[in-house]
Every structure is written in structure tokens, then in C-alpha cells.
């Protein structure tokens, strides 16, 4: 059918996300066009998904000069390139690398892909989303309603995590996570939780904190060689698997992602959205939370406007 005529991108695809995000999509029913990208290694990652035995045709792009012939007629574009953390480093530190190598990536998309649905999941996303709206600005083809930061993870942590305190099927778990994507501006919203769970207050307190510094846990485990990439991988294909049947009609299909937004004071935040055929087709907002959780999302405030200022103010300055 044309609805499972998906061509999608992944630019970093050789990395530590990148490849096994890229192995989960071409597994997809839903994607028939898989174009990798990736300053080295591609071609090598291409031919080896190649012999997968699902029908999604894969191509190779390596270097500057290939991207625009990748990105060219892409309905999806998830960018997953940039350094991963080392122990002791917050997603702020990636800032530098990551916000030039974004910048770069997204100019191209503008440029070749203008109307594809673009994921970004290089950190600090709570500035990576602020610079590549301000790049679609500068070449006059915005559209808020198309560019997404992937925060699956946090919900997918949270999702876990519940499950496992209470013994439930985490796939059957569903605990909207709002605000941004590092540290305390992760807002979980266990009050919101399907089924409905309760927690004492200091056990509350320790599951949220979990969820915020889950993404450190996997860096130290990892002792210096990387952060997560595998359930990274898991949470950014989801993601995609999400929106790609939203543009195919399905109805009431709805991830939570870090975008454009008047919900706050902030003028990005990540909330829950019902996707459809031109990405957001509706912001479902906050809903009804906790004291605790209104506390979570005023302290978050400070940060989150520091970090999305930050991101367009390099964007600005970007050339």
C-alpha cells in the first residue's frame, strides 16, 4: 500500500544509536526505504542490514558531499549523530560538538527534505530542538508541527521502572514524562499512570530521581565506553514507528516528545501530542498533577529557558 512507503533517514548511522536503531527500522513493515548516514563506516553498516530478509531497500551515504542525495524525498529524518557522555559529564557538556554537528545536519535537511518530520535525539536536546527550529527559520521552512526531540527514553525508564516496583507487564505500563530531556527538567508524572499506582512520598521521590538520572546510570555502568545506546535505540525506533503510522492514518496515536510549545512558560516542552498526517496534529498539554509534580515542572523553568536560549543563540551565530 502507499501508506508503508516510508523513506526514512538516519544520519549518524554508524554510531553506538545509530546502528541498531537503524537494524530495529529496517526490521519495520512500516519503512521501505532505509538511507544511512554517517561521516565514516556507512557504506559497511548498509551492506550488512542489506542481507536482512525484510523488504526495506538500504543505501549508504558517507561524507558531506553524499548527504543531499540521502536526505532527498525522505518523509523522516532521525538524527542520532554527536558524542555520547563519559562518567561525569552532564548533556550540557556535549553542548559544544553536538550543536555544530546538528546545526550541520539539519541545514541539510532543510535544504533537501524541507517537509520530512525530523527526530532529534543528540543531546542536550533542550537545546538541539531551539537550533534546528531557528535553522529551519533561516532557510524559510519552518513548521513547529514537524520537529520533534525524542524523549522516549524517559518514558520508556519510567514505563520500566513502575513495572518493576509493582509487578506489573511494563508493556502494559504508561506514565507520561514531560518538561525536557536531562536532569530534573525530566518530569515524570506518576499521577498520571495507566494503570493507576500509588507510591509513598519518599519512595516517590527515589523512583523520580531514578528516572531523571537513569541516562547516568548507564554511563557509569558503561565505565567510559559510551552511554545508552541500546534502549536509546528501542526508544527512538518507537518513536518513529509512532508518527510513521500517524501519517498513515491510524487515529488517536500519541507519544510524548519535546517540542515547540505555549503549554509554559517555556517556549519548548515536552508534553503529550496526538500525532497524525502532518506530524502535531494536537498538544494535549499538562492535564490534571500533583503538588509535587507542579513543584518538579517550576523548578524546571530556570534550566530549560537557559538551555533552549542557549541553543538559539548559537543557531544565530551559526554559519
Known sequence: SPQNNA??????????????????????????????????????VAADLSHIETRAAVKGFMGAEQLPECLKGCNVVVIPAGVPRKPGMTRDDLFNTNASIVATLTTACAKHCPEAMIC??????????PITSEVFKKQGVYNPKKIFGVTTLDIVRANTFVAELKGLDPAKVTVPVIGGHAGKTIIPLISQCTPKVDFPQDQLVKLTGRIQEAGTEVVQAKAGAGSATLSMAYAGARFVFSLLEAMNGKQGVVECSFVKSEETESPYFSTPLLLGKNGIEKNLGIGKITPFEEKMVAEAMAELKASIKKGEEFAKNFK
Open 7 to 44: 523513506k526514512v533517514a538516519v544520519l549518524g548511522a554508524s554510531g553506538g544509536i545509530g546502528q541498531p536503531l537503524s537494524l530495529l527500522l529496517k526490521n519495520s513493515p512500516l519503512v521501505s526505504k532505509l538511507s544511512l548516514y554517517d561521516i565514516a563506516h556507512t557504506p559497511g
Open 120 to 129: 532529534i535525539i543528540s543531546n542536550p536536546v533542550n537545546s538541539t530542538i
